[in-house]
């Protein structure tokens, strides 16, 4: 951690990745039609018709979102790696 903390190039590129793939991300999102609501470079809170559903879907497929227990129409959608974003490509997809 202290290393991270003085370290301005390594932050800035950081910042820069997770901005990168939080674009990407929300892209995947909007073609997926999903409707985002907020969130930050490390996650992204969205509207669905069915979170339930949706989330189910997506564990079945072995990507773990967050969903709110009393809340059917929210999820939270924690920025994925790579791997993990094209695997979720394939699953809002289908």
Excluded: M
């Excluded at 932050?11 to 409707?35: D, P, V």
């Amino acid at each position: 951690g202290a290393n991270a903390y003085s370290d301005l190039n390594w932050q800035s590129a950081t910042r820069s990745k997770l901005s990168a793939t939080r674009e990407e991300l929300s892209r995947l999102l909007a073609k997926a039609g999903i409707e985002e609501v907020g969130g930050t470079d490390l996650f992204r809170f969205v509207r669905v018709l069915d979170a339930k559903a949706v989330w189910k879907a997506l564990a079945n497929k072995g990507i773990a979102i967050r969903r709110f227990p009393n809340d059917n129409r929210h999820l939270r959608i924690g920025l994925p790696n790579s791997e993990a974003l094209i695997r979720l490509s394939g699953t809002l997809s289908l």
